[in-house]
Structure formats: C-alpha cells, structure tokens
C-alpha cells in the first residue's frame, strides 16, 4: 500500500480517534489520499463501506472519484458514484445506483428538491473538501451543510486555507464538525473572541473585528489544537 507520511498519519490517527477532524493541509499534501484512508479506517470498523457523502468543488468531483480508484481497496472504487446534472438526476442515482460512496459540488447543498432526499438517508461519513468554501455563516449553503452534518456521527473537512480573512472564518467550519466543541451561536462566539475596533469611531460605518487579549491563543487550545492539523508546503 501507499506509503504515508506523517502528517497523513497523524489525521487519521485523530479521526480513528474523534470520529472528526480537520486536515488544515495546503495543496499538495495528499489531503485526498488521507481522506480516503480515514473512510477505510471507519469501513474497517463497520464491518462494511460506509455510506459517505464527500462535498468538493465541482471541478475536482471526477478527479477525486479517480483517486478513490487509484488509491482505496477496489471494492470501494466499484461502489463510487459522482453525482451531477439536474436535481432529479443526481436524486434518480443516489437513490437507484447502489453505490455507497457518493461525491458531489458544494452547490448542491443549495438545490432544495436533490438536498431533502440527501437529508432523508442515514450516512456514516461526511467529507467535506475545500471547507473554507462554508465560512460565511449567513449563506444558505453554510447552513444547510451545517444542517447536514448534524446529523452524521463521523465527519473530516479539508482544506489548505482554514483562515482567509481573520479568526472568525473559523467558526462554521468547527460548528459543521460538531456543535459541542464550537459555541453553536456565531454572534454569541465572535462577542467572546472578539471586539468592534471601530465602534467608537462615529465617522466609520463598517465593524473592524479585532481579537480580545488572549482569544487567538485560547481558539488554538480549544479549536485548532485538538481538532484540527496545520501542514503547509514550506
């Protein structure tokens, strides 16, 4: 088998162990391949491949389903199916095509006719590729992929740009792998961590976030350093 190294190690030993995590591991780092190691590492405890819904940019769907084939054993392979087109088409394959491995973009947590038939299985794993793409905790797609998750025990996000803006960025992503480790009210979790630079100044009109004394540190040791692993190319 494909040797790894130890960063792709350390994830799966962490989602062995949680059942969720976050591989913070920029392009080039096999995030991929550490991905489909952990869906095996949780068939291997089933006793049979979950059924797993992977969420990925819809140009990278067709890729990963073929790094599924290069990479995972080959009755994995057999049971994977992309899902796209029209919202009946991908809710004719996932209900019709018997495959248990299902891939599909992030849209498709916003086409209300294909996402309820999603709602309506009992999936055993969750991967969510590029997750920095759920920052935005007012979007419709944040929170019907939050909606999603909620209700799946074993889950792994990746992504190589965790932070795009500043800390708060955060949030969605650790609300989506549980709503016990991350305070599940964002208003009430940006007011703990963080502070209006600009609320004192009349001629600004737009909040300038800043983090309270000790916050960065304090997200690092309740977030980022037990659920989560930062790699970078350098």
Not at 38 to 47: F, T
Not at 147 to 154: Q, T
Not at 186 to 211: C, I
Request: net charge positive; aromatic share 8%.
């Amino acid at each position: 088998s494909l040797k790894l190294y130890p960063h792709q190690k350390h994830v799966i030993e962490q989602f062995r162990r949680l059942g969720r995590f976050a591989a913070h591991h920029e392009q080039g780092c096999g995030k991929t391949l550490t991905a489909i190691r952990c869906i095996e590492v949780l068939g291997d405890r089933l006793g049979k491949i979950p059924l797993t819904l992977i969420i990925t940019p819809k140009i990278v769907c067709e890729s990963f389903r073929r790094e599924i084939g290069k990479f995972a054993t080959p009755s994995y392979s057999l049971m994977t199916r992309v899902l796209s087109g029209s919202a009946k088409d991908r809710v004719h394959a996932l209900r019709k095509s018997g495959a248990r491995i299902f891939i599909t973009n992030h849209e498709a947590a916003t086409m209300p006719d294909f996402w309820s038939v999603v709602l309506e299985q009992t999936w055993d794993m969750f991967v969510l590729d590029e997750g920095h793409r759920c920052k935005d905790p007012k979007a419709s797609r944040t929170k019907a992929i939050i909606h999603f998750s909620d209700r799946v025990k074993h889950k792994i996000i990746l992504t190589g740009t965790p932070v795009t803006q500043d800390m708060r960025d955060l949030w969605a992503q650790f609300r989506i792998l549980g709503a016990d480790i991350i305070q599940p009210n964002y208003h009430v979790w940006v007011r703990q961590h963080f502070y209006d630079a600009n609320s004192n100044k009349k001629h600004m009109n737009f909040p300038k976030y800043q983090p309270l004394p000790g916050a960065e540190d304090r997200i690092r040791q309740t977030l980022l350093l037990p659920f989560s692993h930062r790699v970078t190319k350098a």
